[in-house]
């Protein structure tokens, strides 16, 4: 039986460019696969023409095609999750709408895929030099931060085998990165070397915006710094009374002060309270860690909102 390859493109005031990368890049590459095709569109919310530019675009009559209309725009990590969704594909590829990603690399994913990969993504080739110090910034403070499922020069371009779209569905946290999970889920991957594109049209705007996203993140990362670091300074504190109060311990209590200290009950009592507000301390900064993740979650809305009105072939649409 013939396979079915979904390809989902989230498109936020893409008015501009939107039409000619369809007609021009995607459609003529999909066309020539042996694989029936599904085209998911995401509209994140778009506040120009893209809905309508993309209502009126003429698809070959084999290509289902799907559009998921948001209710506003929720970013492009939600878009994908919402058109991973509604894909149905036994492949999935995600593709950027601006004409960046290079459309004419998709038989080459879909290959390898029908020779067993689950995952194909496309790294950045050595042409770029598309913001390259921000993404540098961007891959070094995730690391820091501790995500360490993410590659350096990965792209939002790739392909998923339906049995990891099956696993990615199910995440439900909220702050996510699409690149994060899918390294997480813990999937081999392979990957093809790509040459990276100008806009089609339109400005980068998403540079800016990516940079300004990271530094929020980073900003609510830092405000449990502090309690962090109490947690330090309480660990500081016990490694500092520890050697002392042992030594006193030993020293005067049981070999009976042969230095002739004299250090006494006060200084007993005053090591080992400081001992104990380490203690408190570190407790404090642990519970701190909790929450801050327990918050994280708890908000547990909806992903996204769907505009049923507005979209086109959903499976659980009324249109
Ligand atoms: N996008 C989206 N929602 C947003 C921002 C962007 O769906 O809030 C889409 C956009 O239309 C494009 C893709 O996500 O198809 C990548 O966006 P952009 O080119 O701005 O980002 P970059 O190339 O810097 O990663
Ligand atoms: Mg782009």
Known sequence: MKKLVSVVIPV?????GIQSFLKDELVPVLEKLKENIEIVIVDDGSTDQSLEIIKGCKFPRQIIVKIVALMKNFGKEIA?????????GDAVIMIDADGQHPAEEIPKMVEKWQKGAKIVTALRGSNTTEHKLGSHLYYTLMRKVGDKNIVEGEMDFRLLDREVVDEFNQFTEHNRLTRGLIGWLGYSQEYIEVQTKDRINGKPTYG????AA??????????????????????????????????????????????????????????FVAFLVGLVLISQAITALYISQ???EAKNRPLYTVSKAKSVGLKNGKK
């Open 294 to 296: 327990i918050h994280a």
């Open 208 to 211: 800016i915006k990516k940079l």
């Open 80 to 88: 994908l999750t919402a058109g991973l969704k509604e894909a149905e």
């Open 214 to 271: 990271l530094a929020g993140d980073s900003i609510v990362s830092a405000s449990r710094t502090p309690l962090i670091a109490f947690g330090y300074i309480g660990l500081f504190i016990m490694a500092v009374t520890f050697a002392p109060g042992l030594f006193q311990l030993i020293q005067e209590y049981i070999l009976g002060d042969p230095l002739k200290l004299e250090w006494g009950g006060g200084v007993a009592v005053s090591l």
């Open 12 to 16: 936020y005031n893409e008015a501009a």
